[in-house]
């Protein structure tokens, strides 16, 4: 399509300027991570699709670089897929974190586009996260997109990508998901070892 790339382009200048003018939540997160590390916690990053996959990029990247526990459920697809397969697809988060012992030094890091929804029954996997993370009284923080969702409503600290244009909201919020734990994770306050490059 004609002008795809510059208009993609432009929206993503939209939303880096107004995460520029806005970065107290991000900061935010980087304090709660400082936290669950100073506390001896663990960081549990979880997601769905393609944040799934920015889930586990992730958690490289906070074990590598900032010396923090993190893991992601997704990492490990022979135990996801029994849970749904057994259990249903609400329970491939919360089950794991059970075994896990979430608990209240730890800290959810919710990726997705929408966060959850209860209403319209979708990502509820996240949904029953959070509401595992809230029962055990672990931190939680996320970085979604439209409205925020679930995510939005309950985290401790949140970042909602907005959505100059909803045609594009799921690769601008993942894009952005991969730019704002790379800020994170190259902090001052989190990192502690350098990049090879």
Not at 80 to 107: H, M, P, Y
Request: glycine share 8%; with cysteine; hydrophobic share 40%.
């Amino acid at each position: 399509m004609n002008g795809h790339t510059e208009h993609y382009l432009h929206i993503s200048t939209l939303i880096l300027k107004w995460l520029a003018d806005k970065p107290e939540d991000i900061n935010k997160m980087i304090n709660i991570v400082k936290w669950t590390k100073l506390n001896n916690g663990r960081l549990f990053i979880i997601g769905l699709g393609g944040s799934a996959g920015n889930a586990s990029h992730a958690v490289n990247d906070f074990r590598k670089l900032c010396n923090v526990e993190a893991y992601t459920p997704t990492d490990n697809i022979s135990e996801l897929t029994a849970r749904a397969n057994d259990e249903g697809l609400n329970t491939i988060f919360t089950g794991w974190l059970k075994v896990s012992q979430l608990n209240d030094k730890d800290c959810l890091f919710i990726l997705s586009v929408g966060g959850g929804n209860v209403e319209k029954h979708v990502s509820m996997a996240i949904v029953e996260a959070i509401n595992l993370a809230k029962q055990r009284k672990a931190k939680i923080i996320g970085i979604v997109g439209r409205d925020g969702g679930y995510t939005g409503q309950y985290a401790d600290a949140c970042v909602i990508i907005p959505d100059p244009d909803a045609a594009l909201v799921t690769p601008h919020t993942e894009g952005m998901q991969a730019l704002i734990w790379h800020l994170m994770a190259s902090s001052p306050l989190l990192q502690e070892n350098k990049t090879k490059w």
